[in-house]
């Protein structure tokens, strides 16, 4: 007979955009405890490279270890595509990138097998989702492309109207040329630009973000593993940020869909670089 | 009889931008040897808290005076508007922001003294250039506007058409309402976007853009304080990034107008929050 593991699941973003993850976690999983921390005083990722994002992900993810977790949820695209392999390598906690359960929502969704990836240019440059795409359907057609004004744009709330509509329209074109029929949004702040993608690519093309994949995902986990939290009332949260906390509270209702009053900054060193 | 200096000048920005500033003081001071850094792992600097910018900036500041550089130019806008009291109080060398500078040339400028200041969002915050026109003359009337957009656009090279001429008008509408004779592009990136930005205000709104009357406050305080180098040939100079430096050489040509093709990646500690 297995027990309960009531020590919380840790959750790193760059940024605020891993709320989206979040809040999928906690619809899948209303009983397990999450200590979450966004990276604001380094955001964004998807600019940086490899290298960096990798030493912060392994910092993000020693801060979160301190406080007991029991499973890290990598929330950011950029940081799953880059850094998965480092942090499983070497943390003593299962850890769960968005990558992987995208690629499978996406697999399962596409009829043509043609499928399109949009991210942030670090997380395409990796090619990590085209990687875990053809691992899955060697047969697929996938068409990768980067959409770094898709970030900013959401981060400052131009979610609708014309000006992401020309953004889209600019962006997206080569993958209407290219007929796909599955486009996967490889970025937590790409769902919130839904409307504007949709609008662009029409209705013959599904729509994947991974935040519901990936709490899927965790949630198999988790029970496979024995790390299930006992059942009882919803449960409580931890949030913490890098920089002051106001930006933060500010647009995470747009993300988490309620607000969040009481993120804590806390300071993280820069760290050694890893080992090459 | 005052000596010459042959110490280099260092100058700073969060990334790339501040290649505008360092073009307009190769321009006006081309003896002068120029030792550039920018903290391209931890850019934008202007969505980010007046602490964290603080601290970036002493940072920066320190691996600058290791250089051995006579004076410091902060050519970011955000980390003038809000670290230069601090920087100024600790450093041993004569340190010049662009905020200054920007403001002297806009009290200049105008005629109806109804100046606007456009910035990112830590710029326009902080109140810097508001305060420096204001010291300077005091019946000015000052519209201070935050344009987060503008900085990935440039960054990104979404730089002309109708993209940044839809972002331009939805933010510089109150501008235009406000009658303002006189803008000041109070961040290094906003010049590339000098085209969108004038065809929504019209000729009748002069741009002033802060690295020209930066450079000429750099000219003036050498040949105060006997720092010049002497003549020569045009002199050679050094570029350092924090991040890895494939897309500073890719984007240096937009800025600086020349392709920066031997920057070095350096590594710079977080550091500790400077003393409140």
Same mark, same amino acid.
């Given at each position: 007979? %297995?027990?309960? !593991? +009531? ?5 790193? !973003? ?21 200590? *979450? ?6 955001? /964004? *990722?998807?600019?940086? %490279? ?5 030493? *912060? ?32 390598? =070497? ?7 968005? &990558? ?11 009829? %043509?097998?043609?499928?399109?990836? &949009? ?10 989702? +085209? ?36 953004? $889209?329209?600019? *962006?997206?074109?080569?993958? #209407?040329?290219?007929? &796909?029929? =599955? ?13 504007? &993608? ?10 994947? !973000?991974?935040?519901?994949?990936? $709490? ?13 939290? #006992?059942?009882?009332?919803? $449960? ?26 009481? $993120?804590?900054?806390?300071?993280? /060193? ?7």
């Amino acid at each position: 007979m %297995s027990g309960f !593991d +009531q020590r919380p699941i840790g959750v790193f !973003d760059s940024g605020v955009g891993g709320l989206t993850v979040l809040k999928a976690l906690m619809e899948a999983l209303p009983h397990e405890r999450m200590v *979450y921390l966004g990276d604001t005083a380094r955001v /964004p *990722y998807g600019t940086k %490279s490899g290298e960096v994002v990798t030493r *912060y992900s392994q910092k993000n993810a020693e801060f979160l270890l301190a406080r007991q977790i029991k499973l890290l949820v990598v929330a950011c695209n950029t940081a799953s595509a880059v850094a998965l392999p480092h942090l499983m390598a =070497t943390l003593p906690v299962p850890v769960v990138g968005v &990558i992987e359960p995208g690629a499978r929502a996406a697999v399962a969704a596409t009829r %043509s097998g043609r499928v399109g990836v &949009i991210g942030t240019p670090g997380t395409i440059k990796s090619g990590a989702y +085209q990687k875990a795409l053809l691992a899955r359907r060697n047969d697929l057609t996938v068409h990768s492309l980067a959409c770094p004004l898709f970030v900013p744009l959401a981060e400052e709330g131009w979610t609708h109207g014309e000006v992401p509509r020309l953004v $889209a329209r600019a *962006y997206l074109g080569s993958l #209407q040329d290219a007929r &796909i029929d =599955t486009l996967v949004l490889g970025c937590t702040h790409y769902p919130l630009l839904r409307e504007a &993608i949709a609008e662009v690519l029409g209705p013959s093309v599904t729509l994947v !973000d991974s935040a519901e994949a990936t $709490a899927k995902v965790v949630a198999e986990r988790l029970a496979a593993e024995g790390l299930l939290a #006992q059942r009882g009332d919803p $449960a409580e949260h931890d949030y913490f940020v890098t920089d002051v906390p106001d930006h933060f509270h500010e647009v995470s209702a747009r993300f988490l869909g309620q607000k969040v009053t009481r $993120a804590e900054q806390v300071d993280l /060193p820069f760290g050694d670089p890893p080992a090459r």
